[in-house]
């Protein structure tokens, strides 16, 4: 007691945390991570604390009066989530008594944890890279069971390896060329043989197919913004009620049901999708549902994806070309796809149906479920997501990297063809290099990892 920290510093400090949700539950849980954990434990939950071992205990205040009783947990350094001693008290799962527990934890000499502090504490001390940090982050946020098993996938080190893969061949490749710098007789020689744009194409490869599985990674994590829109009485919402399997928004036959914007989450095979089913558009003299159109106006132009609704009316009417159904202005038509609903109302479904059978067409009935499976489909396509196979989840952020790290490697191809000075291609590969540890965290600055770990939510 009394001196100080031999590390000093803000990270050596004990933190305390909340681990579990907010609210009334069975269990909730109190950790504690740094050099006083083990102490504070024994402090609150009584000696011995031997570690890795379940132990129930009381949880008692300074002056000995019980708080709650529960699982005391102790992780020895560095065997922990954080790499330093961790202290769970796992106790009943009310929002005071928690209170009161983590209150006499910071009483002990803890202090509040930053939003991901553990989990920043963890990369720190070299348990998890930095996506694999924010896989954590991604695996609690993760909106389908896809984005789950994705978050696992980076979690567990496959987006990760992969980086690193293709790091070790950029470094080799540079210790081969500044080794060859140091021999200025011979560099000309070993630079000339082809090796090394043999070596800079086999990157340059590696990247681009790290990069396309990385996008699907970003949608898997992120998801697809879909509105559907459309004018009154066409089936926008019996179309949302369809894709979700549940009666979610009320319809009628009356033109001019829906005049908020109603809000859905559809895992669509794997693809979060946020849905919005909107008030149908016309001219309205009616201020409430003036105002609903101009809102189906707004989610329309920042959605990804716009299904834009009509139907087959009673009479038949014939089936032309998509541009028969006007965009509404501001709408990028390449977003749109042209949804033709009421299908069953045709004696000759397949007639209209081959008609309408155009990449951005589709003919459906609300009503019956036909071409829907077919509409789901054309929707995962233009969102460009590939179900299945061995996903995991990124961010946009290792998407730029990659970018970095691929148009690095260009210039590195491109000096390698004409035969520039071996120096200039380090210097590329070099660059490589920054951008790819930029992704794991190697290279990364403080303020980026400030702005990732502040995004968790506190006591992950
Ligand atoms: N026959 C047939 N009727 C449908 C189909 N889809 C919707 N309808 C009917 O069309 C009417 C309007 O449906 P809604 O889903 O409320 O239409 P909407 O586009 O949301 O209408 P607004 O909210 O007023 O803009 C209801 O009577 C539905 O039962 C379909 O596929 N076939
Ligand atoms: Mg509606």
């Not at 991570?33 to 071992?53: K, V």
């Not at 744009?197 to 990157?203: D, G, V």
């Not at 501001?330 to 990449?359: C, H, M, Q, W, Y």
């Not at 961010?395 to 000096?415: I, V």
Request: some cysteine; glycine content about 10%.
């Amino acid at each position: 007691m009394g001196a100080p920290e031999p590390h000093g510093g803000l990270d050596r400090d004990t933190i305390v945390a909340v681990a579990t949700a907010p609210g009334q539950a069975g269990v909730g849980i109190v950790r504690v991570s740094g050099p006083d954990a083990r102490a504070i434990g024994q402090r609150i939950g009584g000696l011995p604390l031997p570690a890795r071992q379940a132990l129930y205990r009381r949880f008692r205040d300074g002056s000995g009066e019980v708080i709650d009783s529960g699982v005391l947990l102790y992780f020895a350094a560095p065997r922990s989530f954080t790499g330093e001693d961790v202290v769970e008290f796992q106790g009943h799962g009310g929002p005071v008594v928690l209170a009161m527990l983590t209150e006499e934890v910071l009483r002990s000499g803890a202090r509040l944890a930053r939003p991901g502090e553990f989990t920043e504490r963890a990369f720190q001390n070299g348990k998890l890279d930095l996506a694999q940090a924010e896989a954590v982050a991604d695996l609690i946020a993760g909106a389908s069971e896809a984005a789950v098993r994705g978050a696992n996938r980076s979690l567990s080190g496959a987006f990760s390896e992969r980086v690193h893969e293709i790091d070790a061949r950029v470094v080799d490749l540079r210790v081969f060329i500044e080794a060859a710098i140091d021999f200025p007789d011979e560099e000309i020689d070993l630079l000339a043989d082809g090796q090394v744009a043999e070596r800079l194409s086999w990157i340059r490869e590696a990247l681009v197919r790290l990069r396309a599985d990385c996008a699907q990674g970003v949608k898997l994590r992120d998801g697809i913004r879909l509105a559907i829109v459309g004018a009154p009485n066409v089936g926008k919402s019996s179309l949302l009620n369809r894709l979700l399997g549940e009666a979610r928004a009320i319809v009628t036959d009356i033109p001019g049901t829906t005049r908020d914007l109603i809000h859905a989450d559809l895992d669509l095979d794997g693809l979060p999708v946020e849905i919005v089913d909107t008030a149908g558009l016309r001219v309205s003299a009616d201020a409430v549902e003036a105002e609903g159109v101009r809102r189906a106006l707004l989610q329309a132009e920042q959605a990804d994806i716009v299904l834009l609704v009509s139907a087959l009316d009673t009479n038949e009417r014939s089936v032309g070309h998509p541009s028969d159904e006007p965009v509404p202005e501001g709408i990028d038509p390449d977003r749109v796809i042209f949804v033709l609903n009421k299908l069953d109302l045709t004696a000759d479904p397949e007639s209209v149906r081959a008609e309408v059978r155009t990449e951005d067409r589709v003919a459906i009935s609300a009503t019956t479920g036909e071409g829907l499976d077919e509409l789901r489909s054309r929707i995962r396509e233009r969102a460009g997501f590939v179900p299945g196979g061995n996903l995991f989840t990124a961010r946009q952020r290792h998407l730029l990297a990659l970018d970095r790290a691929r148009s690095a490697t260009d210039q590195a191809l491109a000096l390698a063809a004409d035969s520039l000075p071996g120096e200039l291609i380090a210097e590329e590969l070099r660059a490589v290099h920054a951008a790819l540890g930029e992704i794991v965290g190697e290279m990364s600055s403080d303020a980026l990892l400030g702005e990732i770990f502040s995004r968790f939510c506190i006591g992950k």
